[in-house]
T-cell receptor, first 113, second 117 residues
Framework: AQSVTQLDSHVSVSEGTPVLLRCNYSSSYSPSLFWYVQHPNKGLQLLLKYTSAATLVKGINGFEAEFKKSETSFHLTKPSAHMSDAAEYFCVVSEGGTYKYIFGTGTRLKVLA | NAGVTQTPKFQVLKTGQSMTLQCAQDMNHNSMYWYRQDPGMGLRLIYYSASEGTTDKGEVPNGYNVSRLNKREFSLRLESAAPSQTSVYFC????????????????FGPGTRLLVL
């Protein structure tokens, strides 16, 4: 069965410093993995996704994530945080050929001035 | 191109009342989904519709019914609302090309906030 664990419920960083949001997954088959961002009172927007092509995936707004099969991880990073990055971030796993997506519990990112 | 739209944006119900949440997409997507979002629990799938004319239960279907009215519209009905159904409800859609092993991007609506007293 699929599952997703986001290791931190809250992360605080100073503006201009690196961001690391951690995600571990469990999947019986080759998974597809996603990161979505949700700004306050908004819907979810796709940041990036991994679908068994390159293991380093680049997304919007300077975010990227690396798929590490040996560690079953898909951590989200950004070299320099911006105030506008403050939001909640969700890691999502989907197994190929299914219509079911499993969401992590979310990581709320706070960016300090 | 509005993407995924949901109505209403906010609703207050009394226990036992019924209501229908509406969702429509204009991207010609085949698959549509209903999720609920509760604090600390991420999003949980209520029902989904893989294609027009089909619907299937997700993780938390109890107390809900759905209708895939046509390719564009997918509604969620609460027949007898309960306080436990207080939540934010999101509708999503995906193209559903069904390439084997490839996960598809889901596109989300802005959500409906439901309060059941």
């Amino acid at each position: 069965a699929q599952s997703v664990t986001q290791l931190d419920s809250h992360v605080s960083v100073s503006e201009g410093t690196p961001v690391l949001l951690r995600c571990n997954y469990s999947s019986s088959y080759s998974p597809s993995l996603f990161w979505y961002v949700q700004h306050p009172n908004k819907g979810l927007q796709l940041l990036l996704k991994y679908t068994s092509a390159a293991t380093l995936v680049k997304g919007i707004n300077g975010f990227e994530a690396e798929f590490k099969k040996s560690e079953t991880s898909f951590h989200l990073t950004k070299p320099s945080a911006h105030m506008s990055d403050a939001a909640e971030y969700f890691c999502v796993v989907s197994e190929g050929g299914t219509y079911k997506y499993i969401f992590g519990t979310g990581t709320r990112l706070k960016v300090l001035a | 191109n509005a993407g995924v739209t949901q109505t209403p944006k906010f609703q207050v119900l009394k226990t036992g009342q019924s209501m229908t949440l509406q969702c429509a997409q204009d991207m010609n997507h085949n698959s549509m989904y209903w999720y609920r979002q509760d604090p600390g629990m991420g999003l949980r799938l209520i029902y989904y519709s893989a294609s027009e004319g089909t619907t299937d239960k997700g993780e938390v279907p109890n107390g809900y019914n759905v209708s895939r009215l046509n390719k564009r519209e997918f509604s969620l009905r609460l027949e007898s609302a309960a306080p436990s159904q207080t939540s934010v409800y999101f509708c999503a859609s995906s193209e559903a090309l069904r390439q084997r092993g490839v996960g598809e991007t889901q596109y989300f609506g802005p959500g409906t906030r439901l309060l059941v007293l």
